[in-house]
């Protein structure tokens, strides 16, 4: 698509340029029968020259590439204007790539909003005293729970204060999609206080683009899933659902930076030799759920009653986060394949398969356009 569209803004370009070779006497272009001045022929210079670097920067995927594309749409339609009955189907090209520029300007903006919301996550971020997770450390968790943290590789490690991680997800939109649609997602999180921000782009076809972010912030939860990273499908915040369900995520999702189980704002409850119920509290958020462990002391699974969603009437349903596959990765052991289900009334329905890519801790800088 981006290769097309280039080729699209070269073409336009092209003809741009054969008004300027015809005022000047170079070439005789047919398809403007009136006589173009040189005034307007240095015009139709320039949107050759706009529509050359646009086409040139958005191949390039250079960020700002819109900002030349917005002024060569205005330069051309300016020149069609002028010698309409010749250049009027020059409209249509125009309205194409002006589509294009606005998509392309919303995802940047989507994006731009995203980092600016992680940058303040770290701003916001308490870095604790250089320390090492000790044994005396975890002697009051549960023994499963101490089992699992000694098979993570924490002890003797600093504790974890912020994390970056890159995905590679699958997903199924609705019960009833059969075909799952590839994304690439990227998260961050601090641990004091506890914060998450995860952006996903999601093709499900390839006409199709979904961009959605969900956040948790200061015991508040939001979810944003956008058409073509421009028209909102769904903008849920300020909703308590939202804020239990975005919680319970973030207590899921502690299995990829095991020192945060001994948070001040997480209470632990053991079940029995393989499984601890855990409890976290923060902002007048409250959720809770169960981690399961192997016979190894990996992370196993995670369950608990979460919201679906925040329509007035939704009750919670059971939801499983479970591994599939484990790796040492900067020296600690986490559960890099994991897949999450959803218990409907009369099914279950696996939504998500997720693969770690990449993951990074204690960040001195948060990463910025990985």
Same mark, same amino acid.
């Given at each position: 698509?981006r290769?097309?569209?280039?080729?699209?803004?070269?073409?336009?370009?092209i003809?741009?340029?054969?008004g300027?070779l015809?005022a000047?006497?170079?070439?005789?272009?047919?398809? *403007?029968?009136?006589p $173009?001045?040189k005034?307007?022929?240095?015009?139709?210079?320039v949107?050759? #020259?706009?529509?050359?670097?646009?086409?040139i920067?958005?191949?390039?995927q250079?960020?700002?590439?819109w900002?030349?594309? +917005?002024?060569?749409?205005?330069?051309?339609q300016?020149?069609i204007?002028?010698?309409w009955?010749?250049?009027?189907?020059?409209?249509i090209?125009?309205?194409?790539?002006?589509?294009?520029t606005i998509?392309?300007?919303?995802?940047?903006?989507?994006?731009?909003?995203?980092?600016?919301?992680?940058?303040?996550m770290? #701003?916001?971020s308490?870095?604790?005293q250089?320390?090492?997770?000790?044994?005396?450390?975890?002697?009051?968790? &549960?023994?499963?729970v101490?089992?699992w943290?000694?098979?993570?590789?924490?002890?003797?490690?600093e504790?974890?204060?912020?994390?970056?991680?890159?995905?590679? *997800?699958?997903?199924?939109?609705? &019960?009833?999609?059969?075909?799952?649609s590839?994304?690439?997602?990227k998260?961050?999180?601090?641990?004091?206080?506890?914060?998450?921000?995860?952006?996903?782009?999601?093709?499900m076809? &390839?006409g199709?683009n979904?961009?959605?972010?969900?956040?948790?912030?200061?015991?508040?939860?939001?979810?944003? +899933?956008k058409?073509?990273?421009?028209?909102?499908?769904?903008?849920?915040?300020?909703?308590?659902?939202?804020?239990?369900?975005t919680?319970?995520?973030?207590?899921?999702? +502690?299995?990829?930076?095991?020192?945060a189980?001994?948070?001040?704002?997480?209470?632990?409850?053991?079940?029995?030799?393989?499984?601890?119920?855990?409890?976290m509290?923060?902002?007048?958020?409250?959720?809770?759920?169960?981690?399961?462990?192997d016979e190894?002391?990996n992370?196993?699974?995670?369950?608990?009653m979460?919201?679906?969603?925040v329509?007035?009437?939704?009750? &919670?349903?059971?939801?499983? $986060?479970?591994?599939?596959?484990?790796? #040492?990765?900067?020296?600690?052991?986490?559960? $890099?394949?994991?897949k999450?289900?959803?218990?409907?009334?009369?099914?279950?329905?696996?939504?998500?398969?997720?693969?770690i890519k990449?993951?990074?801790y204690?960040?001195?800088?948060?990463?910025v356009n990985?």
């Open positions: 698509m290769i097309v569209l280039s080729i699209l803004m070269g073409i336009h370009g003809i741009h340029l054969f300027f015809k000047f006497g170079i070439s005789d272009f047919e398809a *403007i029968s009136q $173009v001045s005034a307007y022929g240095i015009i139709w210079l949107g050759f #020259i706009l529509f050359t670097s646009s086409a920067l958005f191949l390039s250079y960020d700002y590439w900002v030349i594309g +917005i002024l060569s749409i205005f330069v051309s300016l020149l204007i002028s010698y009955n010749d250049a009027k189907f020059g409209t090209l125009n309205l194409v790539i002006l589509i294009s998509i392309t300007y919303s995802t940047f903006s989507f994006n731009k909003n995203i980092d600016a919301e992680t940058a303040q770290f #701003i916001d308490k870095t604790s250089k320390s090492i997770v000790s044994e005396q450390m975890i002697v009051d968790l &549960p023994g499963v101490q089992k943290l000694l098979k993570s590789g924490m002890l003797g490690k504790p974890i204060q912020s994390v970056f991680l890159e995905q590679d *997800i699958q997903m199924l939109m609705k &019960p009833e999609q059969k075909e799952w590839s994304a690439k997602a998260q961050y999180f601090t641990i004091e206080p506890p914060a998450f921000n995860w952006s996903v782009s999601l093709k076809n &390839p199709l979904v961009v959605g972010r969900d956040k948790f912030e200061r015991g508040k939860g939001e979810m944003t +899933i058409l073509f990273s421009l028209i909102p499908v769904v903008n849920a915040k300020n909703n308590e659902k939202i804020n239990q369900a919680l319970q995520r973030y207590l899921a999702e +502690i299995v990829w930076f095991p020192s189980a001994l948070s001040s704002y997480i209470t632990w409850e053991a079940i029995d030799d393989h499984s601890a119920k855990a409890t509290t923060y902002k007048r958020t409250k959720g809770s759920g169960i981690f399961y462990f190894n002391w992370f196993k699974k995670f369950v608990t979460r919201y679906a969603d329509e007035e009437n939704s009750k &919670p349903k059971l939801w499983t $986060v479970t591994a599939t596959k484990n790796e #040492i990765r900067n020296g600690i052991n986490i559960p $890099v394949e994991l999450a289900n959803w218990k409907l009334e009369n099914d279950d329905w696996t939504w998500l398969k997720l693969k990449n993951i990074e204690n960040l001195e800088i948060m990463p990985i």
